[in-house]
């Protein structure tokens, strides 16, 4: 059964009923506001034409997503070549819609055909040559991921009038020889933001003038999710709802090529791939850039056809898997970028006189056409190919040496399932660990311990997460060097060289949890719960919005439970089991919510005496405050970071956080929270100040460490990176490239953690952080600031040169201040970037809910 659910159209059928569509019986045109010549076809009237469903000629005015719902849903209802689905929902609760397109005979045997093609990756060996013959091609095509860059979509539109109306040999032999799935909106919520703004800021008269308002859109801008994360970054890691829905799109017909298309720079003209050759992934085969290059010559065969511009394998890479056009090549496919000078506005003025909005979907279009051309002209190509790259993976993970990749839980079940979830949705087995084993001075113990064998069909893809490298064909990228997901979820990992016998048990899709009970009295004096398990935060602000009050330990101590004795470390938080206010019945049962909630136990002493250590009502566990926070945002602040943090804390940890306009902070009621974080400008310093010298707690993170360290927040002194001196006396050939070749994009750097530090509760010495960027911190000089330093020899993995190292090595990673009655917190790095570093948001959920203790 195909898990997608089929779209019924009930408004496009009353349309087709009252007649609403009066096309003639054949059309010759394509329909869109600019020529497009197209011999031997001619198109069925019967098949509305999107002006008719939309209300504008495609090109004229952009589209909005419900009206490319709606145009989809009426060609779906009336060809019998077209099935609509609907494979996921956005946070703003629009549809995530593709189109299953090819001909009818075909789509009789639909569900047999994604069968025999899965075979190509389940069970590559026994899929003969003369098998592939006889398969269609499967190509996935997809539109606008970032919505501000909207051609794409616009070109989906009449893509799929042209699929759907086209008559003629060449639309018949194609339909037959493939299946498209044809996936017009990668970002609805984004190209809606994107084109409300374009559309209402547009005259009767449209004008070319760059500085009109039509031209330029407000913060955050339309190329972002709702959470304003790029979409872009996240098909690897796949945090976000928009990209779960559309991987699982993807794994279920496992297509032999995906095509994703953007937008660029208005002075430019239209790029397809390859890239740059030197910035291919090593875990890429060869022969997935040979086929990139085969149906490049069908791009450059179309946009001559039609007189425009184009370059390849000048700009752009195929390195990080994260993205649309390189996601593909690590699973058997080819992926394909296009990008096409961007008009943004309806009409803009370029270096080569006026660029219309109409001409960018021209482009998109044609590379529509000249992919389906290509893949129904490589078709045994292109489904060999995926079949070898699978039958080869058990080659590929023999010549690596490695077996298998250990993990440990590393103290959390909520990290570990985090890990194995991405896992396990990109079609990679994870096992419970069957014994205790030792290797590269680490223990993995059996109970909190998986282990991920090489040998099975997505070794490439296993090997791409896990491995850890600082050597490079290229010193140039176009986007981070280093995703090592185990590091990301700050998780123990080691090699396994050895055989695997003995060591594979269960196959699990989460981590297991051992905890969940109360252990004790029933009639307890308090609640000790140990801090330090993921999600504990998440479940102690439930508690404290039934008006519980919780306090935390600040020194250990120890307690008698059911006559034994155990021992407890700062940070321990420690619920009284009577309160004003609130029932000990009610107290009981959210406690005991809790510990099932994040999988741990609970101990419920007797009595308040310890044996040794303070007793639980000491003076030295102060009751914490239930947090209120405000992120700044808007002008001054960037959008991406900005939305790390609040989908972190809105949609991960389900906590109410507010949105504050930076330009606001000094007319604002400050006063409504305890928390506030900057990932930019802070706005207002000295309101900021004053609030802060009150009892507030300012979290900066990222670019609002330098913010903070500018205006005397905090005591940083910022280290010197001279780009310049580097470049003195190079020619000027190579000025760029060197240049270049001293940012960091992001790789993986060590630091060290003073664990007796409140922010650092529930961490181990030693810490992996995401570094992108050269400023950097000296390590604060007065007692107790510092909380993380940067090792003296960093990097654990990516690129880095030995000047960057300089300056990373012995800086601040995250550092605490005080400030009258509050607290300054610095964060040098995102603690939550692309939403899959879940390791360093500890420290910042640390920072917003233990305000009291540190």
């Known amino acids: 059964m195909n898990p997608f659910r089929l779209l019924v159209a009930r408004s496009v059928l009353v349309l087709v009923t009252a007649g609403l569509w009066t096309s003639a019986s054949v059309a010759q045109t394509v329909p869109l506001a600019v020529d497009f010549p197209m011999s031997g076809i001619t198109y069925d009237g019967e098949i509305p034409r999107p002006e008719e469903v939309i209300g504008h000629v495609v090109g004229t005015r952009h589209t909005t997503p419900h009206q490319v719902v709606d145009y989809f849903k009426a060609v779906a209802e009336v060809s019998d070549r077209v099935v609509l689905r609907q494979h996921g929902e956005t946070y703003e609760g629009r549809p995530l819609i593709h189109a299953v397109v090819t001909s009818p005979g075909n789509h009789a045997r639909l569900e047999e055909i994604r069968a025999a093609n899965l075979r190509l990756s389940d069970d590559p060996d026994n899929v003969s040559d003369q098998d592939l013959e006889s398969m269609p091609v499967i190509a996935y095509q997809g539109y606008s991921i970032h919505g501000n860059e909207a051609s794409g979509t616009e070109a989906s539109l009449v893509y799929l009038y042209h699929l759907a109306a086209g008559r003629g040999a060449a639309v018949d032999d194609a339909l037959n020889n493939a299946v498209l799935i044809v996936d017009p909106l990668f970002n609805p919520d984004g190209r809606d933001r994107f084109a409300d703004w374009v559309n209402r800021n547009r005259g009767a008269v449209h004008t070319t003038d760059g500085q009109d308002r039509e031209h330029n859109e407000p913060w955050p801008g339309g190329r972002t999710n709702h959470y304003f994360f790029d979409l872009n970054r996240d098909w690897l890691p796949a945090q976000l709802k928009e990209s779960q829905a559309r991987i699982e799109l993807f794994h279920n017909w496992r297509p032999q090529v995906l095509t994703d298309h953007h937008e660029m720079g208005s002075n430019s003209t239209f790029f397809f791939q390859p890239g740059i050759p030197s910035r ?250 140990p801090w330090g398990e993921y999600y504990l935060p998440k479940e102690l602000y439930t508690v404290q919005d039934k008006g519980v009050h919780v306090r935390m330990a600040t020194q250990a101590f120890s307690s008698d439970i059911d006559g034994v004795r155990r021992d407890f470390e700062p940070g321990t938080l420690i619920i009284p089991a009577n309160q004003d206010g609130v029932s000990a019945s009610d107290i009981r049962t959210a406690v005991g919510a809790l510990a099932q909630a994040v999988g741990i136990d609970v101990y419920a002493p007797s009595t308040g005496l310890t044996p040794s250590g303070p007793d639980l009502g000491t003076g030295t566990a102060p009751v914490l405050d239930k947090p209120r926070i405000a992120i700044l945002s808007g002008s001054g602040s960037s959008s991406g970071s900005v939305g790390e943090i609040w989908h972190l804390l809105s949609e991960r940890f389900r906590l109410p956080v507010s949105l504050l306009e930076v330009d606001r902070v ?125 090792d003296d020899q960093p990097l654990v993995s990516g690129y880095a040169t030995s000047h960057h190292l300089e300056a990373a090595s012995g800086a601040m990673a995250v550092a605490s201040f005080g400030m009258g009655r509050g607290n300054v917190v610095t964060i040098a790095d995102s603690p939550a970037f692309r939403a899959f570093w879940w390791g360093p948001s500890s420290f910042l959920l640390n920072a917003v809910f233990l305000t009291q203790v540190y």
């Open 280 to 529: 291919t992934n090593l875990n890429t085969p060869p022969r997935n850039q040979e086929l990139t290059g085969m149906i490049a010559e069908y791009h450059a065969e179309q946009l001559d056809a039609i007189g425009s511009l184009y370059y390849s394998e000048e700009s752009f890479d195929d390195f990080y898997y994260g993205k649309g056009s390189t996601f593909p090549d690590i699973n058997g496919s080819v992926g394909i970028l296009f990008e096409q000078a961007s008009s943004r506005s309806l009409e803009t003025e370029t270096q080569t006189g006026t660029l219309h909005y109409a001409f960018t979907a021209k482009n998109q279009f044609a590379t529509s056409l000249s992919t389906l051309k290509a893949v129904t002209s490589l078709r045994t190509e292109l489904l060999g190919y995926q079949r070898d790259f699978y039958s080869g993976a058990d080659d590929f993970a023999r010549e690596s040496g490695i077996n298998a990749y250990l993990i440990s839980d590393g103290g959390s079940a909520g990290r570990a399932s985090g890990l194995i979830e991405i896992l396990r949705r990109h079609r990679i087995d994870v096992f419970q660990l069957a014994r205790t084993v030792e290797t590269d001075g680490l223990s993995f113990d059996a109970e909190h311990s998986y282990i991920v064998p090489l040998a099975q069909k997505q070794a490439r893809l296993i090997e791409a997460v896990m491995e850890e490298t600082d050597t490079f064909v290229d010193s140039l990228f176009y986007d981070v060097s280093a995703w090592t997901l185990p590091r990301a979820f700050n998780l123990p990992f080691a090699e396994w060289r050895s055989n695997t016998r003995g060591l594979i048990g269960d196959p699990v899709d989460e981590a297991s949890r051992s905890g969940g009970r109360i252990l004790g009295s029933a009639s307890p004096h308090a609640y000790l719960v």
């Open 666 to 790: 000094g007319r604002s009621d400050l006063d409504r929270y305890n928390v506030i974080v900057t990932t930019g400008s802070g706005g207002d310093a000295d309101a900021l100040k004053a609030w802060v010298r009150s009892g507030g707690t300012l979290i900066a993170t990222g670019g609002g460490t330098s913010w903070v360290a500018s205006n005397d927040f905090a005591n940083l002194e910022r280290r010197d990176f001279d780009t310049d001196s580097l470049l003195a006396g190079l020619p000027y050939d190579d000025l760029s490239a060197t240049r270049g070749a001293q940012s960091l994009g992001g790789s993986i750097f060590s630091a060290t953690v003073d664990v007796t530090h409140p922010l650092a509760y529930g961490y181990d010495r030693s810490v992996p952080l995401f570094r992108r960027g050269t400023t950097f911190f000296d390590k604060p000089d007065a007692p107790g600031t510092a909380v993380a330093t940067y």
